[in-house]
């Protein structure tokens, strides 16, 4: 039984992991820049639509499946054969954390600004410049995060 956790544990941590890491990735590479293309309204108006389309169960079970999996597979792997994986575990536990702390730091506060546009008469001109460059930057290191946890959960899988 042990043994199967193990292993389910790890594997779904892997891919949840894998999931978000991409969803920030693909911003990185494509929503970003797209809407970067985009005229001062558009861009604010769009985002605002993206920030509230997002929270949902699709992306909340990878953003808090990813780490939580992890804690399981750290605590499945302390008794038994396979002890030897426990820094990997850690490490990406690590990075979730540093995921996490990104996002509730920087990002939402940004998102949750953005969706004050308009509606506290700042211009969308200034909103945007005070988000855009920032939020970039932000989400730019927390998909390396996503990815460490990921690169880790994926070693300790295959070294397995």
Not at 7 to 17: F, K, R, W
Not at 76 to 98: C, K, M, Q, T, Y
Not at 108 to 129: C, F, I, K, M, W
Request: glycine share 8%; aromatic share 10%; net charge neutral.
């Amino acid at each position: 039984m042990i043994e199967f956790l193990q292993s389910a544990s790890l594997l779904t941590a892997m891919l949840t992991s894998g999931l978000l890491a991409g969803l920030f990735y693909a911003y990185s590479i494509s929503v970003m820049p797209g809407l970067g293309r985009a005229d001062d309204t558009s861009f604010i108006v769009s985002f605002q639509g993206i920030n509230e389309a997002i929270i949902n169960g699709w992306f909340m079970a990878s953003f808090i499946g990813g780490p939580l999996l992890t804690i399981v597979a750290i605590g499945s792997h302390i008794p038994g054969e396979h002890r030897d994986l426990l820094p990997w575990l850690v490490a990406a536990a690590a990075a979730h954390v540093s995921t996490f702390v990104i996002t509730g730091r920087v990002n939402v506060p940004l998102n949750n600004a953005l969706a004050a546009a308009g509606e506290d008469s700042t211009p969308h001109s200034q909103a945007r410049e005070r988000f855009e460059t920032r939020w970039n930057r932000w989400n730019n290191v927390r998909t390396l995060t996503s990815l460490a946890a990921f690169f880790c959960l994926a070693v300790a899988l295959f070294v397995r």
